[in-house]
């Protein structure tokens, strides 16, 4: 995953920067922005991280804080490519939850026990079937940190197949966009 960082002002260079984000992980590049005319630095660098947990990690840690001399704290976003900032701290639980298959006998105790161990886990929604209450065989997981979430994708046990859900959206959202896409008479068709 890249990373999107602003506020990397005037006297940070990619030393100063690299030297800050490389205690939580290996980093495979950093790209400082610079005006194409002057050469002089924008406040704005890309980091790529060698895993995604390492990247999530980084902005926990680094979000607000400052680098070296410079007072100004540090704003870092997540960002799929260079010029594409996503999310960052204290938005809406960017991808803090995982999507898994579990046995259709599992506990929400058993997968909360297995998962815990990276990180902390305020959820875990076992998926049933509505007509017979019978496990689906499938689980959300929700980690109080998308780093906590990222960590479990990469080193969890094969066999749970996981990947990270989406967030939620809300069910009046979802109502509010169907009915968009609805006939304006509610009866379809012409």
């Given at each position: 995953?890249?990373?999107?960082?602003?506020?990397?002002?005037?006297?940070?260079?990619?030393?100063?920067?690299?030297?800050?984000?490389?205690?939580?992980?290996?980093?495979?590049?950093?790209?400082?922005?610079?005006?194409?005319?002057?050469?002089?630095?924008?406040?704005?660098?890309?980091?790529?991280?060698?895993?995604?947990?390492?990247?999530?990690?980084?902005?926990?840690?680094l979000?607000?804080?400052?680098?070296?001399?410079?007072?100004?704290?540090?704003?870092?976003?997540?960002?799929?490519?260079?010029?594409?900032?996503?999310?960052?701290?204290?938005?809406?639980?960017?991808?803090?939850?995982?999507?898994?298959?579990?046995?259709?006998d599992?506990?929400?105790?058993?997968?909360?026990?297995?998962?815990?161990?990276?990180?902390?886990?305020?959820?875990?929604?076992?998926?049933?079937?509505?007509?017979?209450?019978?496990?689906?065989?499938?689980?959300?997981?929700?980690?109080?940190?998308?780093?906590?979430?990222?960590?479990?994708?990469?080193?969890?046990?094969?066999?749970?197949?996981?990947?990270?859900?989406?967030?939620?959206?809300?069910?009046?959202?979802?109502?509010?966009?169907?009915?968009?896409?609805?006939?304006?008479?509610?009866?379809?068709?012409?």
């Amino acid at each position: 995953k890249q990373w999107y960082q602003r506020r990397v002002r005037g006297n940070h260079d990619e030393d100063d920067i690299r030297e800050s984000f490389s205690k939580y992980g290996r980093l495979q590049d950093i790209w400082v922005v610079k005006d194409r005319h002057s050469g002089e630095r924008k406040g704005i660098a890309y980091i790529k991280f060698e895993k995604a947990s390492e990247a999530h990690i980084a902005m926990e840690k680094l979000h607000g804080s400052t680098i070296g001399s410079d007072p100004k704290p540090l704003k870092v976003l997540l960002s799929d490519n260079k010029g594409q900032s996503r999310s960052g701290p204290g938005e809406t639980k960017p991808r803090s939850r995982i999507f898994i298959l579990v046995p259709k006998d599992a506990a929400q105790s058993e997968i909360e026990e297995e998962f815990s161990k990276f990180g902390k886990v305020e959820n875990v929604q076992i998926l049933m079937d509505r007509q017979t209450g019978a496990s689906k065989g499938c689980a959300y997981v929700t980690f109080e940190k998308p780093s906590c979430a990222f960590i479990a994708l990469e080193d969890c046990d094969e066999k749970f197949r996981a990947v990270i859900a989406e967030p939620r959206v809300p069910r009046d959202a979802r109502q509010d966009n169907n009915d968009r896409h609805s006939h304006r008479d509610g009866h379809g068709g012409g």
